[in-house]
């Protein structure tokens, strides 16, 4: 079973994207800040990451960037509420980039191209 | 019999008189009264030459009945006084009857006077008049009083020198009155109608222009037409005898009589006015005199209006006089119009001194029109600032608004993606209810509840992504595009225009370039303000290149390129240090944005822009873009 860890600030949204992924057949950690994420990593090593981007203390860009220098394979998807910070060049570094929807439909397709792609590698 | 010393008397007498007075009639009255007094002479005359020197009149008499005296009026060459005038030399006769050369004028009772004396008036060598003795008795006049009368027509000469100069001075002086107070009633308005009617007035005034009709065009530079502005004359000859009437009353107050009328617009209704009002000719050469009188800049004294190959046949026809005089309106060296005077009513010839005073008329008229027009210049200037100002503070005013609504909808997005998320859940989780509740009222109910509510949800995501999209943090949106189709769409745009200018379009085009990610929408305005900067510089025609690369930069990373090529001579030197700076601008209607907008959309895209610029041949602008843009970079 394939492990999602969730990072969203957002309680309602945490609870929102476990079940839903849950049910999806994942089995899925979350993380309330970037800061727990950066343990949950290392504690639960993830095979694939949901990771907001506006979030109080370090934002989601910042430990995308962070993730990538410490040479992390992690593939990691972007959620975010609206679709600005696509013009961000550093959002790039990233595998994919969700804007947030009550439909989940389309992160969960980005999710399985992903994990198919990594793991026939 | 004239005695030396009494000859002398009567020339101190004479010349006394001839400095005392300016008058002319005056001083000829007295020195003829001197004459007859005192040299034994039963009549005298003077008479003196009209202008053009052919005929002469008697100006003051002795011995001769006054009234019939005046009216006499005698041809040069004919009879003695005439032959006198011709010859320039005296006569002295015994019995002027007997002369081959006499012509009588029995009106004047001339045959009894038997003897005569007559003595040229010259000034330089131009008889201007004669002086006439006549006695009833025969007998010789004596050398000394052959001399004496030829000295007293020497003093005569000097009074009418005199007097002319007096006359011409006191012309000029009404004149200069006139343009003063013309000037100092212009200056009291800026209105340009009130300006015009005040000079016209000048114009058709008794004192100094005296023109019975005034008619006033203008240029019209858009239409390139000449057009009726203002006439200002009467409609009838009994008009013309009350409004000159009038004037001559109102010489003392007449300046303030003139604005008061100007705002009365009175003339508006007259039909000169409306018939000059509907002319509009095109300014063609040859068209008509008043085009040529602009096209030329040259002033018109047309006498035989039907016989001059300017005037054309249909204008003469339609002014109705044979005489009129055009002059061109000037004002810093450019024509605005023109100004046509006649005199319709009294027939006068127009003299080249009132055509000179004209001209002085027409270059006031000239500064008021320039006046007008600068003031209005400025008045739609100030209001084009206005609303300029006005712009800047509501796109100040949409661009907070906009940063507003995008921190708002943010905020709203993260509960809206809870409520929409867990009412899908719920939907779904419903139908895994056991089946009998699935037959219930109440599960029915559910279910359609937490549809509204996932529709609900879907529609303000919807409402929330158009907010975003035009507030100004959203306005911004990249997609993959190749560079080539926006440049052959923002060529498209221009196709007439520079078929029309005759301009070539060279385009070339690498193969297998990648697309990259790019607003297109802003890329778009990028390549319409070079474009329109190309074609703006090439109005003679020329050659618009345009070529789309793949270049490698100094850091080692690979750039898509383009270049745009203009064959419009270069940019000078003091204005291409300028280009880029907000707000300079060498075309007339131009914000001076164009290419710092094309340098911040560029540089938000992480490229370049260059412009080379090679003076006399062209410019050439390039733009590199980063390949890091492109979608193939993005994926690998």
């Known amino acids: ?121 | 019999m004239v005695e030396d010393g009494h000859g002398f008397e009567i020339l101190k007498e004479v010349m006394r008189i001839a400095n005392s007075t300016l008058d002319l009639h005056e001083t000829l009255d007295k020195i003829i009264q001197v004459i007859h007094s005192r040299m034994t002479i039963d009549a005298s005359a003077i008479y003196l030459a009209d202008e053009q020197g052919t005929h002469f009149h008697i100006m003051a008499s002795s011995g001769l009945p006054v009234e019939v005296s005046r009216s006499i009026k005698l041809e040069l060459g004919k009879g003695i006084t005439g032959w006198v005038a011709r010859e320039k030399k005296p006569v002295a006769l015994v019995d002027a009857m007997q002369d081959p050369r006499f012509v009588h004028f029995p009106e004047i009772g001339e045959e009894k006077f038997n003897s005569m004396l007559s003595v040229p008036i010259l000034k330089e060598d131009l008889c201007i008049g004669v002086i006439n003795l006549h006695r009833i008795d025969k007998g010789n006049f004596t050398t000394p009083e052959i001399s004496l009368l030829e000295s007293i027509g020497n003093q005569v000469a000097g009074c009418i020198r005199n007097a002319m100069l007096y006359t011409k001075s006191q012309i000029l002086l009404k004149e200069q009155t006139v343009l003063y107070e013309i000037s100092q009633a212009v200056q009291t308005t800026l209105k340009l109608e009130q300006g015009i009617w005040t000079i016209l007035s000048g114009i058709t005034m008794g004192e100094a222009g005296g023109f019975n009709r005034a008619m006033l065009f203008t240029i019209n530079d858009k239409a390139n037409t000449l057009n009726g502005m203002m006439a200002l004359g009467p409609d009838s000859p009994e008009e013309a005898n009350r409004i000159w009437t009038e004037l001559s009353q109102r010489s003392k107050e007449r300046m303030q009589w003139i604005i008061q009328e100007a705002d009365r617009k009175e003339y508006e209704n007259s039909r000169l006015n409306q018939w000059v009002r509907s002319l509009q000719f095109p300014l063609r050469a040859g068209e008509n005199i008043l085009v040529d009188t602009v096209l030329l800049k040259n002033s018109y004294n047309i006498k035989d209006a039907n016989n001059h190959p300017q005037v054309g046949e249909e204008f003469a026809r339609e002014i109705g006089v044979n005489a009129f005089a055009t002059v061109p309106l000037m004002a810093h060296k450019k024509v605005l119009g023109v100004i046509l005077v006649d005199n319709r009513y009294n027939n006068k010839a127009i003299a080249e001194e009132q055509l000179r005073l004209l001209t002085r008329f027409a270059t006031h008229a000239g500064w008021v029109i320039e006046n007008a027009r600068l003031f209005t210049r400025l008045l739609d200037t100030n209001s084009e600032l206005l609303s300029t100002k006005e712009q800047l503070i509501q796109s100040e005013k949409l661009a907070a608004l906009g940063e507003m609504s995008a921190e708002v909808a943010h905020e709203i997005k993260n509960p809206l993606v809870s409520i929409g998320g867990f009412a899908r859940r719920l939907q779904e989780k419903i139908k895994s209810l056991p089946s009998y509740y699935q037959n219930g009222e109440p599960v029915q109910k559910v279910v359609s509840y937490s549809k509204i509510i996932v529709q609900e949800v879907d529609r303000l995501e919807k409402l929330l992504e158009d907010i975003l999209f035009f507030s100004k943090t959203g306005t911004s949106h990249r997609e993959e595009c190749q560079l080539d189709e926006l440049i052959q769409e923002a060529i498209y745009l221009f196709k007439t225009e520079m078929r029309n200018k005759n301009i070539q379009v060279h385009h070339s085009v690498e193969e297998n370039l990648p697309s990259i990610f790019l607003d297109r929408q802003q890329v778009k305005q990028v390549l319409i303000n070079l474009f329109y900067n190309a074609i703006d510089c090439m109005r003679e025609g020329g050659d618009l290149t345009v070529a789309v690369f793949k270049t490698g930069h100094a850091s080692g990373q690979e750039m898509i390129s383009f270049s745009i090529s203009d064959t419009g001579g270069g940019i000078p030197p003091d204005i291409f240090k300028n280009i880029f700076n907000p707000f300079f601008t060498t075309k007339n209607q131009g914000t001076g944005l164009g290419l710092s907008i094309c340098r911040k959309i560029i540089s938000e895209h992480s490229g370049t822009i260059n412009i080379e610029n090679n003076i006399g041949r062209g410019v050439t602008v390039y733009i590199h873009l980063s390949l890091k843009n492109s979608v193939k970079y993005y994926k690998s």
Not at chain 1, 49 to 73: A, R, V, Y
Request: proline share 2%.
């Open chain 1, 1 to 121: 079973m394939k492990k999602i860890l969730v990072v969203d600030d957002e309680e309602n949204i945490r609870l929102l994207y476990k079940e839903e992924l849950n049910d999806e057949g994942y089995q899925v950690e979350v993380a309330a800040s970037a800061e727990e994420a950066l343990e949950k990593i290392h504690s639960e090593k993830p095979d694939i990451i949901t990771l907001d981007i506006k979030m109080p203390g370090m934002d989601g860009i910042e430990l995308l960037d962070k993730l990538k220098k410490d040479n992390s394979n992690i593939p990691i998807i972007l959620c975010s509420a609206y679709g600005r910070y696509k013009q961000d060049f550093r959002v790039w570094a990233s595998n994919a980039y969700v804007v947030k929807s009550a439909d989940l439909g389309e992160l969960k397709v980005t999710i399985r191209d992903i994990l198919k792609e990594t793991s026939s590698n």
